[in-house]
C-alpha cells in the first residue's frame, strides 16, 4: 500500500505534519521557507500537503473528513483499476477501442503524461480529431473517428490508427547569444482502419496532473470572468477569452475550465468523457460506445452503461480531493528575484496567481479556500508556433487555456522528466517560455534579453511554484 492511502492531520500555524504510516515532507534540498506569506506558501490553502517526493501529486486534501476520506481512497482504487474485455465479473467494459486501460496509465503518479517513448511511439497522449465549421464552434465529428483516435483495440477489433511523432529542432537565440534548441514536432497518423479526410484536423494533447482540479471547480464564475478581456478593451495586448461549451447532463452552454482548450465544463464530465473516449467504458453519463453509430467502433453487447453512477461519482471524488503540494525554496533569494522577473515580464497577466473558491460547495473541504493556482482559466491566443488549427467551441486554432503552474516545479520528480505545453514537445521551463507567442509574444522578448543568471532566477521560481 502507497504512503498516500494513509489519513493525516495538517497544523499550518506550526507547518508540522502528523502521518500514520510515513513521512511525506520529504523535500531534500527544497525548503519551506518566508519569501511568501504563509498564506501563500499554502498552493492549495487548508488542502495544501507538504511532500516534494513521487507522491507530491497523490496526497488526499488533509482537511477531508473521515467520511470523504473514506470515499477518496475509493475513488483513488477506481482511478488506478485496470479495464478488460467484457464479459468479465471485474472491471469488465474496455473497449471495443481505447487508448489506455486505466486512469493512470496516462496520469502516472496522479501527475503529467510524457507524451512519446523515444522510438517516437505514442505513450500517455491521445489525438483529437474534428472538422472545423467556417467558424471556431463546437468541433465536429469525423466520419468513423468520432473526436478522438483510439490507437489500440480489443481482440478481433481493429484500432482506428496509430500516431507517430518526428521532430525537427529549431535553434531560439537570446541576446546575450545563447542558443536554445527547441524540439518543433510534426504528427503523422498512420495505418488508419479507414481514410481520413483531408480537411480533418488533428490535435496532440499529453495528459496533465489531476490534482486541484476541485478547487478550480469551485472558483467562482464571476472571478474568472474579471480577468477576461477578450476585446483587449485596456490595450495591455492580453486579450482572456471564456470558452462557453455544452454541458452535457444539463445541456445548457457552462463555462469551459478543464482541458487543453477549456473544453470541459465540470469535473465529472471530464472523468466521463474520459472513461468513454480514452477507455472506451461506458457510464450514465455517456451511456454509449466511444464512437456509437459506428458499426466499427460497438461491442454488439448489452450491457451498457458498463461502469455504475457510484463508480464514477467517486473517481470524480477522488481527483476533486487530490492536495495541492506547497510551494519551495520560499525564503530563497534567487526565487525572491525570479518572482520579481516574472512580474516584471507580465506572465501574471495570465497565469494569475490567486483566488478564492467558493464558500457554497458540494465538498466541504473546498470552499472558501485561498489558492494561489498560477491560472486565469482563460484562452489566448499562443501564436502560429503553438497552433494546431482546430476550433473546439469558442477556442480557435491559435488558442489555448493557461495551464497551472502550481506543482510544476515536481514534475520531474514525481513523473521522471520535463515535457511541457499541450503536446510536450518542450524539454524544460526555458524551451516552454521560448515556445509562446502571440499574446505572450512581448513576454517571451522580455525573457531573451535577460542575463543568464536572471533566467535561472526566473525559472527556478517558477519551479518554486
Known amino acids: 500500500m502507497s504512503c498516500k492511502k494513509y489519513s493525516f492531520l495538517f497544523l499550518v500555524t506550526s507547518l508540522a505534519v502528523i502521518f500514520h504510516g510515513c513521512d511525506v515532507f520529504s523535500s531534500g534540498d527544497e525548503d519551506v521557507g518566508a519569501a511568501f506569506s504563509e498564506q501563500e506558501i499554502n498552493s492549495g490553502g487548508a488542502t495544501t500537503v507538504y511532500d516534494a517526493g513521487t507522491n507530491a501529486f497523490s496526497r488526499p486534501a488533509p482537511n477531508l473528513s473521515d467520511a470523504a476520506l473514506e470515499k477518496h481512497n475509493a475513488g483513488d482504487a477506481e482511478f488506478e483499476a485496470s479495464f478488460v474485455t467484457a464479459p468479465a465479473e471485474v472491471n ?20 503529467r503524461g510524457k507524451p512519446f517513448f523515444d522510438d517516437g511511439s505514442i505513450s500517455s497522449v491521445l489525438v483529437r480529431i474534428s472538422l472545423n465549421g467556417d467558424e471556431p464552434g463546437d468541433p465536429i465529428p469525423v466520419d468513423g473517428f468520432g473526436l478522438q483516435i483510439q490507437n489500440k483495440a480489443v481482440y478481433s477489433k481493429v484500432p482506428e490508427a496509430d500516431v507517430e511523432a518526428i521532430y525537427d529542432y529549431i535553434t531560439e537565440q537570446l541576446d546575450d547569444g545563447t542558443e536554445v534548441e527547441l524540439r518543433d514536432p510534426t504528427y503523422q497518423v498512420l495505418n488508419p482502419y479507414k481514410p481520413i479526410p483531408s480537411n480533418a484536423n488533428t490535435s496532440v494533447r499529453t495528459a496533465p496532473p489531476v490534482f486541484g482540479l476541485g478547487l478550480l471547480e469551485a472558483i467562482p464564475e464571476q472571478q474568472i470572468m474579471a480577468n477576461a478581456d477578450p476585446n483587449d478593451t485596456d490595450d495591455d495586448g492580453i486579450s482572456g477569452k471564456a470558452n462557453y461549451v455544452m454541458n452535457d447532463s444539463t445541456n445548457q452552454r457552462e463555462l469551459g475550465r478543464f482541458g487543453w482548450k477549456a473544453n470541459q465544463p465540470t469535473v465529472i464530465q471530464q472523468v466521463a468523457r474520459a472513461y468513454q473516449q480514452d477507455m472506451g467504458v461506458t457510464t450514465p453519463y455517456y451511456p454509449h460506445d466511444n464512437d456509437y453509430g459506428y458499426p466499427e467502433a460497438e461491442d454488439g453487447l448489452d450491457d451498457d452503461p458498463e461502469l455504475s453512477q457510484q463508480i464514477l461519482e467517486q473517481t470524480t471524488f477522488y ?8 510551494k519551495r525554496n520560499a525564503e530563497n533569494p534567487i526565487v525572491k528575484q525570479g518572482r520579481e522577473l516574472f512580474q516584471q515580464a507580465g506572465c501574471q497577466s495570465c497565469h494569475t496567481p490567486q483566488f478564492t473558491t467558493s464558500t457554497n460547495t458540494d465538498i466541504d473541504a473546498l470552499a472558501g479556500q485561498t489558492i494561489f493556482p498560477y491560472t486565469d482559466l482563460l484562452l489566448h491566443d499562443m501564436g502560429e508556433g503553438l497552433a494546431d488549427h482546430r476550433s473546439d467551441f469558442k477556442a480557435s486554432g491559435r488558442e489555448w487555456r493557461t495551464p497551472p503552474l502550481w506543482g510544476i516545479g515536481l514534475v520531474e520528480v514525481v513523473n521522471g522528466h520535463q515535457s511541457f505545453l499541450h503536446d510536450g514537445r518542450a524539454q524544460s521551463i ?22 543568464e543568471n536572471e533566467r535561472k532566477a526566473l525559472v527556478k521560481f517558477v519551479k518554486s511554484i
Not at 481527483?319 to 506547497?326: K, S
Not at 517560455?433 to 499574446?439: A, Y
Request: charged share 15%; proline share 4%.
Open 92 to 111: 469488465g467494459g474496455l473497449g471495443p477501442l481505447f487508448n489506455n486501460s486505466n486512469c493512470s496509465s496516462c496520469h502516472v503518479n496522479d501527475g
Open 319 to 326: 481527483v476533486q480531493t487530490l492536495g495541492v503540494p506547497a
Open 430 to 451: 526555458l524551451e516552454a517560455i521560448l515556445w509562446h507567442g502571440g499574446e505572450a509574444q512581448k513576454s517571451k522578448e522580455f525573457v531573451k534579453q535577460l542575463s
